[in-house]
């Protein structure tokens, strides 16, 4: 087993720290981490923000612990050598299609959500969100018409082999959970979402055990305000993943505690935070390095297939929390290191 370790720019560096001491007090037999260079650290050693050596570790790796990219001196470079483009050229040179965003709201953090504390307590979902297709990546331009009128326009379209993976993407998560899946889409008035309808079915089959149902993307926004608790896990295409998982993340609280999965075909797959590298508290060792703690679960989970040590990572954080180890993020005063500590002596 390896876990290529890409630390980052920012508060990268200082949460992936206290996410490898995790992992390492696991002890799990057999595991190497291997770091590589990535972002505006990237470019300032080696004159691109994702060399080639950090690809090959990438693809030499069963996983991959990604900290965060970005870095204001990096603001007038051209657009192929900033640092975001890192974590673009990785999606792409990895093939990472789907993106999973757990949303949960930790006991004892209720108060964080916008939310009725009653309401928020029931929320333990996840959404899968397609990440390679859809109205981003189609024929789009702005062109003149006959009268002399500008129009925008962008293509929605998903073929059929891309639906049908990102739908066992969704399915093999909901196996690892409640197994129930909601597929999200607009089939009511868009033909890519009757299609998309049609293949999440299809693909249904094969998943005897997940109970599936479907849902409008205009429903689903509400029901997760209205009842976020009759969600397991949500699949949906890329534009409206973007926007329902940036809601549910609200809806839960602090940006400190979220973590992300980007997969790709088979087991391998990418881990971040969801936050990106807050030079606004780099190097003050105050950042909370929970979520990039809670994104290393997901990787043993989804990508070494380690459900026992992920879920025990995820009662050590929720404990910590428990016993009021708060970040500033979450109005309290713990650092980095200390809920580092915190989390490694409730493994
Ligand atoms: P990027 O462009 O890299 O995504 P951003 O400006 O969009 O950066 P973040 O870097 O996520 O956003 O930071 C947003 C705010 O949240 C900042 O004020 C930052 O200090 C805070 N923040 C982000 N991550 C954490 C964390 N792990 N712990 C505490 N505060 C955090
Ligand atoms: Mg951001």
């Known amino acids: 087993m390896r876990i ?27 595991l190497e981490l291997v770091e590589g260079d990535v972002g505006g650290m990237a470019y300032r050693k080696h004159g691109h923000p994702l060399p080639q050596a950090t690809l090959d570790i990438a693809r030499g790796a069963d996983a991959i612990l990604f900290g965060a990219v970005g870095d204001f001196s990096c603001d007038n470079l051209e657009r192929h050598l900033r640092p975001e483009q890192a974590i673009l050229g990785l999606r792409k040179e990895l ?69 049908r993976r990102i739908a066992r993407a969704g399915f093999d998560a909901a196996m690892t959970r409640g197994r129930r899946l909601c597929s999200v889409d607009k089939a009511n008035v868009l033909e890519t979402s009757q299609l998309w309808r049609d293949v999440v079915i299809e693909v249904s089959a094969e998943y005897p055990e997940v109970e599936l149902s479907h849902m409008y993307v205009d429903n689903a ?13 949500i699949v949906t295409g890329n534009l409206f993943g973007d926007i329902l998982s940036d809601q549910a993340s609200m809806c839960v609280g602090s940006i400190g505690l979220l973590a992300s ?38 990787l043993l989970r989804h990508s070494l297939g380690m459900e026992a040590e ?38």
Request: glycine share 14%.
């Open 4 to 30: 290529a370790v890409f630390a980052g720019d920012g508060i990268g560096p200082e949460v992936t720290e206290q996410a490898v001491r995790v992992l390492e007090k696991l002890g799990l037999p057999g």
């Open 95 to 163: 093939g990472l299609f789907a993106n999973l965003r757990p949303a949960r709201v930790f006991p004892g953090l209720e108060h964080l959500t916008t939310l009725r504390r009653e309401v928020a307590e029931t929320i333990d979902l996840l959404i899968v969100r397609e990440l390679n297709g859809d109205v981003y990546f189609g024929e789009k331009g702005i062109r003149t018409l006959p009268d002399g009128r500008r129009q925008g326009w962008d293509m929605m379209s998903y073929a059929e082999d891309e639906v």
């Open 221 to 233: 926004a509400m029901q997760l305000v209205k009842n976020p608790g009759q969600f397991d896990v």
């Open 261 to 298: 999965a980007s997969l790709a075909e088979g087991s391998f797959g990418l881990y971040e935070p969801i936050h990106g590298s807050a030079p606004d508290i780099a190097g003050k060792g105050l950042a909370n390095p929970m979520a990039t703690i809670l994104s290393a679960a997901m």
């Open 310 to 347: 992920a879920a025990r990572i995820e009662a050590a954080v929720a404990r910590a929390l428990a016993d009021g180890i708060n970040g500033g993020d979450l109005g309290g005063s713990a650092g980095t290191r200390e809920i580092g500590d915190a989390v490694v002596e409730r493994l």
